[in-house]
T-cell receptor, first 110, second 113 residues
Framework: GENVEQHPSTLSVQEGDSAVIKCTYS??????FPWYKQELGKGPQLIID?????GEKKDQRIAVTLNKTAKHFSLHITETQPEDSAVYFC?????????FGTGTSLTVIP | SQTIHQWPATLVQPVGSPLSLECTVE??????LYWYRQAAGRGLQLLFY??????ISSEVPQNLSASRPQDRQFILSSKKLLLSDSGFYLC????????????FGEGSWLTVV
């Protein structure tokens, strides 16, 4: 089955700096890669996603890049703000099953 | 637009007592429904998923069961809770199969004492 690895597990950045979270996957059939943000005590919320026919997608301060050859994808947050502090999960789907990464706890220091 | 409701938000139950967590989805028909468990704020573990009324697939053998009595209702149950059942339980839905975008509810905190 699919194996999704996510790094780092914790990340601290100064407000205004950029944050990058990386995930790798093993199943070459995976073709959909969403990212979720989970605030304390709440359910994960979809923030951005990318499909395998696209290499990069951007939505305001967040962007996701995908390298299918290397089987990795990354979340980029620019100009970080305190409200970006949360746990972020990546996921990979092969059309039959969702596989989540283990999460990255991001802290933005004011 | 679609919305998902999950309740209760928090629950403290003694060991050996029963459990019932409920979830409903509004604004869509015949959704795929899921129950996940999250321990220690990480690690989303799929417990059950359902593609239709009365159709339940179990991913992990355990002390829990799920039922789908109506199209947009999903229930997580236990007859006798164990300490190890404590955790954050998340209901979720998708439009089509398990590989489609999953949308989560707000979660239910269960503490077994």
């Amino acid at each position: 089955g699919e194996n999704v690895e996510q790094h780092p597990s914790t990340l601290s950045v100064q407000e205004g700096d950029s944050a990058v979270i990386k995930c790798t996957y093993s199943d070459s059939a995976s073709n959909y890669f969403p990212w979720y943000k989970q605030e304390l005590g709440k359910g994960p919320q979809l923030i951005i996603d990318i499909r395998s026919n696209v290499g990069e997608k951007k939505d305001q301060r967040i962007a996701v890049t995908l390298n299918k050859t290397a089987k990795h994808f990354s979340l980029h947050i620019t100009e970080t703000q305190p409200e970006d502090s949360a746990v972020y999960f990546c996921a990979a789907s092969n059309g039959n099953q969702f596989y989540f990464g283990t999460g990255t706890s991001l802290t933005v220091i004011p | 637009s679609q919305t998902i409701h999950q309740w209760p938000a928090t629950l403290v139950q003694p060991v050996g007592s029963p459990l019932s967590l409920e979830c409903t989805v509004e604004g869509t028909s015949n959704p795929n429904l899921y129950w996940y468990r999250q321990a220690a704020g990480r690690g989303l573990q799929l417990l059950f998923y359902s593609v239709g009324i009365g159709q339940i697939s179990s991913e992990v053998p355990q002390n829990l069961s799920a039922s789908r009595p109506q199209d947009r209702q999903f229930i997580l149950s236990s007859k006798k809770l164990l300490l190890s059942d404590s955790g954050f339980y998340l209901c979720a839905w998708s439009i089509s199969g398990p590989g489609d975008t999953i949308y989560f509810g707000e979660g239910s905190w269960l503490t077994v004492v």
